[in-house]
């Protein structure tokens, strides 16, 4: 449970009752899979405010959330949000990260890895356009590691 | 002409819920009102579901207290079942439990009601969040963090994920606590009670400013139902019902779960989609009684562990044999994170710990069953019937925010009738009508098992549909 020995944090978040909401926890579940020392990956139902001490543990973060409207998967980064937002429903990855700053001084470097989706409908099975999409988010993510990142 | 205000929506709760305040011409508030807006109708999309889903399907009522819904929907398959339990299975669901009661406690707390009653009700709102107690003391907000995490943790060392877990089920449970899990949960056991006796600490140095508060926060007569154990201590998993009155008296004792509907009715109100529970007795609205931290306290002789134990001695020093101000539920579910922190402690010395036996096999032997355990927030209640095969024929679920809908009720117009004074709303009274329901920790998602968001004002409304002020939230 400790984030000790982790360079590289791989949070992929989503319902997976909802279909392609879901690519999010199943990419992250493919990363943990390949085992690469120094990289965890956490498959979460949503973003909450408990990650702040992980991320205070690592260098950097990767977010991967579904997206609707995207014509491809990106790689963006993400900088923490402003500290005056209350705890809504759900965390963003901005929000997160500017929890992060406040709670222990600094925050990761983060990206946020958007995958694009079509379907969101009541569900466990990932729509074609997400499977193909998920492999495309898989080796963007392995470029990232192999390249050493950021 | 009257008129009222409404909160809409209140802020800092889980769900979605208005509050409308009706003012008198004299712009004296006449009454008030918690309005649930969600609406789910969980009840009946299970029908013809089979029963051994219910665990897994109803623990998606609600992202915050999934963990209740497994525990009161187990219990229930476990008596259609008509098995009881291997020992271990009872106390790995036990442990789950106690991880459940810490994180929610913590995040009721320390994120939802932290920023008012560490920031001020008067501070200003822009302030008045997780980040305005981070600012104001960066050590207690981190450790309020990490004792939620803890309690998560304890969940996912058991089910696998914080969120949903699918693993209490009709029979026992899936999995065991692996060495390595319980090792690690066992360390981490020490900071997680020194967090509480902290969170206790500065409660009670607070709570001395507050007097007035103290008073005016739900402070009125009323039942108290929980679960107890055998000999009258606190439960959280089993047990047996127990109702006491504001004077410390029981009312109504040793009621086994499947006799629940003797004693509890339902109540539809026009304006909500919240239904109000009462105790049969004494008829509705009378039959007012609260559920939850409170209440447990109240209706238990003891925590049943020396630290928690104490604190229960001071708790009724401060508040009264019976409390019965609403205000005092921040105060008593600090006592009762401290409480599993000493049990959590036992569980995880107790060698059944290791045991691999963690399931009772069995076919359908019952077509009627409820289940009943005590969330963070109150008791909770899943009552089942099912046909030959299994499949569900009618459901009922009770659940705790619901049982404290009246209380609700009657705190928002205590705190309105006190503070709010004319026909300018200043921002810092609508807060502590806010406050009051979020004493209750209530949980809207569950409480109408209800999904959705609206988007909603504040608006203080003439009667002629003349909007007087409004104010905008979320």
Not at chain 1, 30 to 52: D, F, R
Not at chain 1, 55 to 83: C, K
Not at chain 1, 89 to 111: D, F
């Given at each position: 449970m400790s984030g000790r020995g982790i360079d590289l944090l791989v949070v992929g978040y989503g319902n997976t009752l909802r279909r392609d909401d879901g690519v999010g926890p199943h990419i992250?579940?493919?990363?943990?899979?390949?085992?690469?020392?120094?990289?965890?990956?956490?498959?979460?139902?949503?973003?909450?405010?408990?990650?702040?001490?992980?991320?205070?543990?690592?260098?950097?973060?990767?977010?991967?959330?579904?997206?609707?409207?995207?014509?491809?998967?990106?790689?963006?980064?993400?900088?923490?949000?402003?500290?005056?937002?209350?705890?809504?429903?759900?965390?963003?990855?901005?929000?997160?990260?500017?929890?992060?700053?406040?709670?222990?001084?600094?925050?990761?470097?983060?990206?946020?890895?958007?995958?694009?989706?079509?379907?969101?409908?009541?569900?466990?099975e990932l729509s074609l356009p997400a499977r193909d999409a998920m492999q495309s988010a898989l080796a963007c993510l392995r470029d990232f590691v192999e390249d050493g990142g950021g | 002409m009257p008129r009222k205000v409404i909160i809409d929506p209140v802020s800092r709760i889980e769900g979605h819920a208005k509050i409308t305040i009706f003012l008198d011409d004299a712009n004296q508030v006449t009454d008030a009102r918690f309005h649930v807006t969600e609406f789910r109708g969980f009840e009946a999309f299970c029908v013809g579901r089979p029963f051994y889903e219910m665990p897994g399907l109803s623990a998606r009522v609600c992202g915050i207290c999934p963990v209740s819904h497994l525990m009161a929907s187990a219990k229930a398959g476990d008596g259609l079942l008509a098995v009881k339990i291997p020992p271990a299975a009872e106390k790995l669901r036990r442990l789950m439990n106690l991880g459940q009661i810490i994180q929610s406690h913590a995040l009721s707390f320390f994120h939802l009601s932290g920023p008012d009653l560490f920031l001020g009700w008067d501070s200003p709102p822009e302030q008045r969040n997780v980040f305005g107690l981070i600012a104001a003391d960066q050590p207690l907000a981190r450790a309020g963090i990490r004792l939620r995490q803890f309690g998560q943790d304890i969940i996912a060392a058991l089910g696998g994920k914080k969120i949903h877990p699918a693993w209490a089920v009709p029979g026992g449970v899936r999995d065991g606590l692996s060495p390595e899990n319980r090792a690690d949960l066992r360390q981490r056991l020490p900071e997680a009670r020194a967090t509480a006796q902290e969170g206790i600490r500065r409660f009670k140095k607070f709570l001395d400013t507050q007097k007035g508060e103290v008073e005016v926060f739900g402070n009125f007569p009323s039942l108290f139902m929980g679960l107890v154990t055998p000999d009258g201590g606190w439960e959280h998993y089993d047990g047996l019902l127990r109702f006491v009155d504001a004077a410390g008296q029981t009312v109504a004792d040793r009621i086994p779960a499947d006799n629940y509907a003797d004693y509890i009715g339902e109540a539809v109100e026009h304006d909500s989609y919240l239904k109000s529970p009462y105790f049969k007795p004494l008829g509705y609205p009378q039959g007012v009684y609260r559920v939850g931290p409170l209440a447990r306290l109240n209706i238990s002789q003891r925590m049943g562990r020396p630290l928690a134990d104490s604190e229960l001695s001071e708790f009724r020093h401060r508040g009264g044999s019976t409390v019965t101000s609403s205000f005092l539920y921040h105060y008593a579910r600090l006592i009762e994170i401290l409480a599993a922190t000493e049990f959590i402690a036992d569980l995880l010395d107790d060698p059944d710990m290791e045991s691999k036996h963690l399931r009772a096999e069995a076919r359908v032997n019952r077509l009627e069953s409820v289940g009943v355990s005590e969330a963070p927030r109150g008791t909770l209640f899943h009552h089942y019937i099912v046909d030959e095969h299994g499949l569900m024929k009618k459901l009922n679920l009770l659940i705790a925010t619901g049982q404290n809908a009246l209380a609700m009720n009657r705190t928002v117009t205590q705190i309105a009738q006190h503070f709010i004074k004319g026909a300018q709303i200043p921002e810092p009274m609508l807060n502590r009508v806010e406050a009051g329901i979020r004493a209750f920790d209530p949980c809207l998602s569950c409480s109408t098992h209800a999904v959705g968001q609206m988007p909603l004002r504040i608006q203080l409304v003439r009667p002629d549909g003349t909007v007087l002020d409004e104010r905008t939230r979320n």
């Open positions: 992250a579940d493919t990363v943990a899979s390949w085992n690469i020392p120094g990289l965890e990956a956490l498959a979460m139902h949503q973003l909450t405010p408990e990650l702040a001490p992980r991320f205070a543990a690592v260098a950097r973060v990767i977010f991967v959330d579904a997206a609707l409207h995207t014509p491809q998967v990106e790689l963006r980064p993400v900088s923490p949000g402003p500290a005056t937002q209350a705890l809504g429903h759900a965390c963003s990855p901005s929000w997160l990260l500017g929890l992060t700053q406040a709670l222990y001084g600094s925050c990761p470097e983060a990206w946020l890895l958007t995958v694009p989706v079509v379907d969101l409908g009541f569900g466990e | -």
